[in-house]
């Protein structure tokens, strides 16, 4: 192995290994952000190449990027442009894991989730439309102490996008729970 590929391997390692250990000391994040080994390989090949990480780590690090520095729909609305790339990407439908925006906002309205509702989508996906219902609830009653805050939560029975429903959930104070 070249010098500059051993470099790349033991740095993709070292990311495995803090994202695994952020996970230990982050109960809602275990089994969200833990699941991936950058260094994985499919047929010989990295999975993820190292000039793709690389770029996505130099950019990432221009930025503070806290739940406490940023918005958390911010977060939302950039990960539901990678969800989208990533449908696109992938040749299979996005309808599996993704509702667009304008739809689940469209949705979320229709559903218009009361104070002490319980909003239950059986099957969560990314978890688009669950935020969606979270944003309307709190545009519509804002912080007013008075108003009792709805539950919302899911289900998902593929673990890949229970994933994807749980960051996109704890970036947004949400809940998802994986059932079988």
């Not at 309808?95 to 009361?114: C, H, K």
Request: some cysteine; overall charge positive.
């Amino acid at each position: 192995m070249g010098k500059h590929k051993k470099a790349n391997h033991q740095t993709w390692e070292n990311l495995t290994d803090c994202v695994r250990e952020i996970a230990k000391y982050n109960p809602k994040l275990k089994g969200v952000i833990d699941i991936v080994d950058y260094n994985a390989t499919a047929a010989g090949q990295r999975i993820i190449s190292d000039d793709n990480l690389r770029q996505l780590v130099d950019i990432l690090s221009r930025y503070r990027l806290g739940l406490k520095d940023v918005e958390p729909d911010i977060f939302g609305r950039a990960y539901e442009y990678l969800l989208r790339k990533f449908a696109e990407g992938s040749g299979q439908s996005a309808g599996e894991f993704y509702t667009s925006r304008e739809v689940a906002f469209l949705m979320a309205r229709i559903v218009d989730p009361q104070p002490g509702e319980d909003i239950y989508d059986p099957c969560v996906g990314s978890g688009g439309l669950l935020i969606k219902c979270y944003l309307v609830f709190k545009e519509k009653y804002g912080k007013d102490i008075n108003i009792s805050p709805s539950k919302f939560y899911g289900q998902e029975i593929n673990h890949t996008t229970y994933a994807m429903a749980k960051m996109n959930a704890f970036i947004h104070h949400c809940l998802v729970r994986k059932e079988l």
